[in-house]
């Protein structure tokens, strides 16, 4: 079965430090996303991007969070400056031939440490 | 208010139970979906749903969007079900997550 492939699994970064987390959505997908779980809340949508641009984002994702396609395969989320707040579980997810509901597939999530 | 309400917030039932858990929400949505968490943090997506009922398994989804409410029913239940149970609405192109259900089956 299709997997999204988050990496790494686990990141601890210095308060104030740029990051980057990886992804590499289901191949034929058109729709990704980034989320994210604060230890203890719920999942939290980041942003949504479709044809290579921004088609959503929350109000969570400010001026320090950026997002890219680089390639074909992978899908980056960007920290520019993290603060302590920033730690949390880090999903992509990515879905639809279809459309945006379809086939809604999440990677394994990193676990993203700001101390 | 949280625009997707769920019930109960933990649940306990041995083995062999019929479980239901139930979600509200309170904003027009493209669909729904019901998705599972186990401990290790990863979510996989059970159910996606816009009218009517699925099945899959032991695991049967309902929706009515009239009156903005689903249930999650799994029938026989084991302790391999133990996880997070959550309900996400569509809107746009994002999902609006529920707190979740902790289902724990005891044998």
């Known amino acids: 079965e299709p997997e999204v492939t988050q990496t790494p699994s686990h990141q601890v970064t210095q308060m104030g430090q740029e990051v980057i987390l990886r992804c590499v959505p289901i191949?034929?997908?058109?729709?990704f996303y980034w989320y994210r779980q604060i230890l203890g809340q719920k999942v939290e949508f980041l942003v949504s991007?479709?044809?290579?641009?921004?088609?959503?984002k929350s109000e969570i994702f400010d001026d320090q969070f950026s997002v890219e396609r680089p390639d074909g395969s992978n899908f980056t989320l960007k920290i520019r400056s993290t603060k302590l707040e920033d730690s949390a579980m880090y999903f992509c997810?990515?879905?639809?031939?279809?459309?945006?509901?379809?086939?809604?597939?999440f990677g394994s999530g990193t676990r993203l440490t700001v101390v | 208010k949280n625009e997707v309400e769920q019930s109960p917030q933990n649940l306990t039932a041995q083995e062999g139970e019929f479980i239901t858990i139930n979600c509200s929400y309170s904003v027009g949505i493209s669909a729904l979906h019901w998705l599972q968490q186990h401990p290790g943090g990863g979510i996989v997506s059970l159910f996606m749903l816009s009218s009517g009922k699925k099945k899959h398994g032991r695991l049967i989804a309902t929706i009515n969007i009239q009156e903005k409410h689903s249930s999650l029913h799994i029938t026989a239940s084991h302790p391999r079900d133990s996880a997070v149970y959550i309900c996400?609405?569509?809107?746009?192109?994002?999902?609006?997550f529920g707190e979740g259900t902790q289902l724990t089956v005891n044998p």
């Open positions: 996400a609405v569509a809107r746009g192109s994002r999902l609006t």
């Open positions: 191949s034929n997908h058109l729709y």
């Open positions: 991007f479709y044809n290579n641009e921004i088609s959503e």
């Open positions: 997810a990515s879905s639809g031939v279809k459309g945006p509901g379809y086939g809604y597939t």
